[in-house]
């Protein structure tokens, strides 16, 4: 049944750039719906920030949610933040008091709360990929559960920042994805880029070389076995190549992927089929999504009811 909409219905909305894929509309309307909240939610793409929150005020908008690229570019233009958001230097939800905008970070606890379910965190080993204001999220959120952090991005200043604010190291991207033997010690990695999203789904920050170079053979379709070709990567001493000791450490081993468009990006495809615990970017996107509801609304829904709306969705749109 289609929503009613009233002089008096509250407008939400998502600002970015894109936003055509979002998911925030199916997820928020459905629960205004099923919470009975005079309420709508709106996708607004935008090129100027500024300019969008001067839209928030001057429409009376109630709440946004903020994606890529504006997290951390909004932070000039509010008048508020939250403790959390202020130490991140991200924001990722807005609300508006006649005027007076306050912003807060649902992504740390977004990304925290399922890889929680999954594994534990305390003192493992986590990669993550990225410097933006999702991987600002995702890394103070760790370094709060006790997790030691290295720091993988392509703009080095940026990614030393992240790595000094947060007590961890730094890998610049070239250099790291080119000597597999860096990841030997990862207990956890997350992709906190836009690498393997939808249109350019054939991309992935982990290189395949990583998953199969470790005993993993290749078939052709008429039973031939081929050797795993790593060309283009660095053996240097230290990359023992134990295949037996890390095809047991790969078992061990989770991948998240912040990315929920496809559900099944190539890394965690690669990671699922070797064995590995992995956690899919609609875990963090409805865990977020859930507290972000509860700061426009006053009421917490459930997370794994709004996966399960996401995933009908998805489900009925495949092909």
Known sequence: MSKRIFASTSLYGVMGNPVAHSMGPLIHNTMFQKMDVDAVYLAFEIKDIKKGLDAVRTLGIKGVSVTIPFKESILPFLDEMDPVALKIGAVNTILNRDGYLLGYNTDCDGAVEP???????INKNVFIFGAGGAARAVAFGIAR???KISIINRDETKG???????NGRFFAFNDFTKSLYLFDSADIIINCTSLGMTPHIETTPVPDEFF????????????RVLPVSTKGFEKTSGDTGDICSRKSNLKNMTVMDIVYNPLTTRLLGNARENGCTVVDGLSMFVHQAAAQFELFTGNRPSPFLMRQIVQEHLNRHKG
């Open 145 to 147: 559960e006790g997790g």
């Open 115 to 121: 890889l929680k379910i999954a594994t534990s965190i």
């Open 212 to 223: 199969v170079r470790y005993g993993m053979e290749t078939f052709t379709m008429d039973g």
């Open 160 to 166: 030393k920042k992240l790595a000094e604010e947060i």
